[in-house]
């Protein structure tokens, strides 16, 4: 049975109504490119992305949101360093499920039993999580069954350690919540890393924008920069923070199996 036709609410709609970050309620305002990626039916999906653009938060919301939405559904985080993994782990996550709204998490979905490990963590509706690194070629990741995988940091691993690692998904629609997810992000460094080649063979969606003023539509880069505000950059219209919220996302190769995703800082310049 495909993920979403067991999912009763709105991922997004539950995500801003339980969690939290650093105090506050999370919410999707001015972020509205991350709607669809929170929502969507896909089964496999890649974001690449810039550094500060929330690449561990939301692979923290969307993990935390499909282990207490899903009844039985079997997590894995996975990530090049030990070291990544535990803050990952302790740092994103773990506050994820410590600090939700009026302690919703806590109070409803884990008991006073349940394992709450920086390497595995369980909850009261049988769901539960992995947390592991990936040297070399994963072999340290086999011998578990998941339903959902999260690779994060993808470009420092090895591109053959992927379908060793998608192994641990060979029963996912027998097990567990019976159903497959799995999303990979990272940050390029060069043009032959393992995150690159992925997006190469992915839809390639791009956050497109159009002009108010000359109708334009165009992909945020370099021509859109001037010293205090983005612009058209066929008119020179200045973009506003409406303009380019409410953009879209465009498929570049649509008839590709891997739902690829580019989000740089110029679609967060608020």
């Not at 929502?39 to 561990?56: F, L």
């Not at 709450?116 to 011998?143: M, P, W």
């Not at 992000?185 to 992925?198: A, E, V």
């Not at 649509?254 to 110029?266: E, Y």
Request: one cysteine or more.
């Amino acid at each position: 049975m495909p993920e979403n036709e067991l999912l009763s609410v709105r991922p997004s709609a539950f995500a801003e109504s339980v969690f939290q970050l650093d105090g506050r309620p999370f919410r999707l305002d001015g972020r509205r490119y991350l709607v669809p990626i929170y929502d969507s039916q896909i089964e496999k999906g890649m974001i690449m992305s810039g550094r500060q653009v929330e690449k561990s938060t939301t692979n923290s919301i969307s993990l935390a949101t499909r282990t207490l939405l899903l009844p039985h559904f079997k997590a894995l985080y996975f990530a090049p360093l030990t070291s990544q993994v535990r803050e990952f782990s302790r740092e994103r996550i773990g506050k994820v499920y410590e600090y939700s709204q009026e302690q919703i998490v806590k109070r409803k979905f884990i008991g006073k039993n349940d394992a709450q490990a920086v390497q595995f963590k369980e909850f009261g509706n049988g769901s539960t999580n992995y947390f592991k690194h990936c040297f070399g070629l994963g072999d340290n990741i086999r011998g578990i069954t998941v339903n959902g995988i999260w690779g994060d940091e993808i470009q420092d691993v090895h591109i053959d350690a992927l379908p060793v690692i998608e192994e641990a998904q060979s029963h996912a629609m027998e097990a567990g919540a019976r159903c497959r997810i799995t999303w990979y992000t990272g940050t390029p460094k060069t043009f032959s890393n393992t995150i690159q080649q992925r997006w190469e063979r992915s839809t390639q969606n791009e956050w497109v924008v159009r002009c108010q003023g000359c109708g334009l539509y165009q992909m945020m880069g370099v021509k859109n920069l001037e010293p205090d505000r983005f612009v058209c950059r066929k008119c020179k219209k200045e973009l506003s923070k409406v303009e380019i919220e409410h953009g879209r996302w465009y498929p570049m190769q649509p008839d590709a199996k891997v739902h690829g995703f580019r989000i740089s800082q110029l679609m967060v310049p608020w």
